[in-house]
């Protein structure tokens, strides 16, 4: 008998249905093709302005981690061979799901990610939504939420652009410092629709400290379920022990989403959202997590890479997204994880944001 048959919980990949004890080690937030050229900044510098266009490489490697948005090909989307290696790795280190919260202005395929997943055996889940207001098209602003949440159910419900290959999740919802009015509109729209689909949301926080608690009241008052809300880049942002809190005692996930990156972040982004620039590295990411578990929070916190950059990945010298099994994990044995609580945050934590539904309670053969 099918096992999709058996009426187990289910997350839709793009591969269809897939019962949620089937997802494994989960990856909630990473971009495995993505085009994020919108983002680039021209070098003031004229001597410096032909570094621009050079392809990324180990001898600019060091400029390129400081100074990703004047790299035009560290902004560029990969290629599908270089995806298949990509997520191969993960799959050859022990990993089985990756949550792909690319959005449409940003070179979602969901056609290429369904080949990508056949020839790895990945499962990969898509999101539906919109990003910042910086990439939104102008018929976002002519829409109203309504229409926008129609659109979104309808990626869900039915495919995306034609291809039938449905979105698992609402997100990666972008917002900025101050809330802009289609943002506001967004955030709206995907509490509608997670109310008609039940999907959970994830929403990119402006670094501002006021940033998650605005997002939060706006869905909010669109009676989200605030259960199935992630709040990503706990560490991007740098929020406070007391804003992280506070995210948490409403309900959402605060998700630790850029393990791999040790530190090195452009500060004009960070100074823009009224922000003092504050990444930690890896070790400092395992103490806060160790902190709010502490703290009681274990089961609400996710964990992930956000590669979103050429220089996230292997083969152009970065971590790639086998890091957190094949680094991060180890480090959080030294500083006292039990194997139980590792197992939560890769695994239990993440399923039940997807499916809504406890892995542990569905063991039957």
């Known amino acids: 008998m099918d096992r999709v048959s058996l009426n187990l919980p289910t997350a839709m ?20 093709l993505i085009d994020t050229s919108s983002f680039f900044v021209p070098i003031n510098a004229e001597s410096d ?9 180990l001898a600019n490697l060091s400029w390129v981690r400081y100074n990703a948005r004047h790299s035009r090909d560290c902004l560029s989307k990969m290629d599908e061979e270089s995806a298949v290696n990509e997520v191969a790795i993960f799959g050859r280190a022990g990993g089985n799901t990756i949550v ?8 979602r395929d969901p056609l290429t990610l369904a080949r990508i997943s ?5 499962h990969i889940i898509i999101g539906t939504g919109f990003y910042t207001a910086g990439t939104h098209r102008p018929a976002i602003a002519q829409a109203s939420a309504q229409e926008l949440a129609a659109g979104m159910i309808n990626e869900i419900n039915v495919g995306v652009d034609g291809t039938g290959i449905k979105a698992g999740i609402i997100g990666e919802i972008g917002c900025s410092w101050p809330l802009a009015a289609g943002e506001h509109k967004v955030l709206e729209a995907a509490a509608i629709a997670q109310s008609q689909t039940g999907l959970a949301i994830t929403i990119h926080p402006s670094r501002n400290e006021a940033g998650p608690n605005d997002a939060i009241e706006v869905i909010r008052s669109a009676d989200a379920d605030l259960s199935r809300v992630v709040i990503c880049h706990m560490d991007r942002c740098g929020y406070s ?13 605060v998700e630790y989403d850029l393990f791999g990156k040790e530190g090195y972040y452009p500060a004009q982004p960070a100074l823009a959202d009224g922000h ?38 292997t083969r152009w010298g970065g971590p790639g997204f086998a890091h957190i099994i094949e680094r991060a994990i180890p480090y959080m044995r030294i500083y006292g994880y039990t194997e139980k609580q590792i197992h939560q945050l890769t695994r239990d934590n993440p399923a039940r944001m997807i499916t809504g539904d406890d892995p542990s309670t569905n063991l039957q053969p």
């Not at 302005?49 to 490489?57: G, I, M």
């Not at 022990?241 to 996930?253: Q, W």
Request: with cysteine; hydrophobic share 35%.
């Open 13 to 32: 990949t793009v591969e269809g249905p897939t019962p949620v004890r089937d997802l494994g080690f989960i990856l909630p937030h990473e971009h495995i």
């Open 49 to 57: 302005r032909s570094r621009e266009n050079e392809p990324v490489s």
């Open 100 to 107: 792909d919260l690319t959005c449409r202005e940003m070179g």
């Open 118 to 122: 056949r020839s790895t055996g990945i």
């Open 241 to 253: 022990l007391e804003t992280r809190l506070m995210i948490l005692d409403a309900g959402c996930y």
């Open 276 to 313: 003092l620039p504050d990444m930690p590295n890896d070790v400092g990411r395992i103490k806060e997590i160790a902190d709010l578990i502490e703290r009681g929070w274990i089961d609400r916190i996710l964990i992930s890479h956000d590669n979103c950059l050429k220089m996230n990945f």
